[in-house]
């Protein structure tokens, strides 16, 4: 009989989001290796793409309580999920989940281990529970650290979930995190540290490399000979936006424009100061079908990341990997020793602002687009795609999870 591994994440395929992405390739993996995979998820709900649906249509197996779908011969539960405005709403929405998913995988026979990302931290004491009462091993993957993450550091909810934290990490048969600083952070609440292992993030290159290149609509992507600056993803509270408007206002002069393609809580506050101020060089859209993101990327000359100073140490963008992929450089803004600047940062693909000044780290970007080259931007690309062809393809990441799961069992 086959091992079975249970993949419980808050998000998976068909949702449209950086996690669901990469958790499918993890799920692809395993079964390629030998195993029966099932997943625990949510119905879509963070970005629906309508074509994917359709790809992978979701059907009711318990009118109410759960649907299901198949993910390339993988089986799929979905618990209903909504982004509900309303925070009660969204808070009742999370505990159904807990308790649904929960009775679901109680129901789940012959696990062998349970894997899941972070976030939510919840899921990780979930699944200790599950993997107690079904004598199965726990891995728990820190792709954000919680709850350092929030924006309160003390009080008695926070040392509850500091509590939970460290149970979760000391718990498990193994923890994985993306990178050396989130190592370095947490390394220290560990019992055991051989618990802990380093996994980067991966990009999928089939999709995400420089040859694969269609025609955009022109009406949305104009052709012109401006150098052109563009973020596709989350417009949210992990990247700080205020640098991006006033670089805006500060290059407005040169033949440069700003295209920030994606939904989120930051969005309308873009619109705001492009109308208020003017900005008629950034161009704010919406989300676009992933299969376009390459030749998006390649429409690119320069992809900017911003990372908000509250989130810049617990986080890091899996976007990133995407752009090296497709031969584009990046303009980083963050603080030193952060996750993005740490990997960035020896392989000479990325213009990195580290200024904390806000008046001189805008300065310093404006020089820099006054003056880089496109041989130079087109250089740093190059850089940026070889490391990835190194050391993280999906292919290479991937198999270390297979590897650890298989020294754990």
């Not at 649907?67 to 089986?75: A, L, P, Q, R």
């Not at 618990?79 to 009775?103: E, N």
Request: proline share 5%; net charge positive; glycine share 4%.
């Amino acid at each position: 009989m086959s091992k079975k591994v249970l993949i419980h994440s808050l998000i998976f395929s068909p949702d449209g989001v950086s996690t669901a992405y990469l958790y499918n390739d993890i799920a692809l993996r395993f079964q390629k290796e030998g195993y029966e995979v099932v997943v625990l998820s949510t119905t879509p709900h963070f970005n629906v793409v309508e074509e994917q649906l359709a790809k992978q249509p979701l059907k009711w197996k318990i009118p109410g309580i759960y649907k299901e779908s198949d993910f390339h011969g993988i089986k799929v539960m979905h618990v209903p999920q909504k982004k509900f405005k309303s925070t009660a709403l969204r808070i009742l929405g999370f505990v159904y989940w807990h308790i649904i998913s929960f009775l679901l995988g109680l129901c789940i026979r012959n696990v062998s281990v349970i894997v899941s990302p972070s976030p939510p931290l919840s899921i990780g004491m979930l699944n200790l529970i599950l993997g107690k009462l079904k004598g199965c091993k726990v891995i728990y993957n820190v792709q954000e650290i919680y709850p350092d993450i929030l924006k309160k550091k003390t009080g008695p909810i926070i040392a509850c979930l500091k509590k939970v934290e460290r149970c979760i990490y000391n718990k498990s048969a193994a923890i994985t995190t993306i990178d050396d600083v989130f190592y370095n952070t947490i390394v220290s609440r560990f019992e055991d540290p051989n618990k802990l292992h380093i996994i980067p993030n991966f990009v999928d290159t089939d999709l995400y490399n420089p040859t694969n290149v269609e025609p955009l609509d022109e009406n949305i992507f104009p052709k012109t000979d401006s150098l052109k600056l563009l973020y596709a993803g989350n417009i949210g509270h992990a990247q700080d936006w205020r640098p991006l408007v006033a670089l805006v206002e500060k290059t407005k002069d040169l033949n440069v424009e700003y295209f920030v393609i994606g939904m989120g809580v930051q969005r309308s506050y873009l619109e705001q100061q492009k109308a208020e101020k003017g900005l008629d060089k950034l161009h704010v859209l919406d989300y676009q079908p992933r299969h376009l993101m390459p030749s998006i990327l390649a429409y690119s000359d320069v992809q900017f990341i911003f990372m908000a100073p509250e989130m810049e140490m617990m986080g890091f963008p899996s976007k990133v990997y995407t752009i090296m992929a497709c031969e584009r450089p990046l303009l980083i803004c963050s603080g030193d020793k952060t996750p993005i600047v740490n990997f960035t940062k020896d392989y000479n693909c990325a213009k990195l602002i580290t200024e904390k000044d806000f008046d001189k780290k805008v300065d310093e970007m404006a020089q820099w687009l006054a003056s880089v080259s496109r041989e130079e931007l087109q250089k740093m690309g190059r850089n940026g795609y070889y490391v990835i062809q190194r050391y993280y393809t999906k292919e290479k990441v991937t198999k270390q999870y297979v590897d650890l799961v298989n020294k754990i069992l």
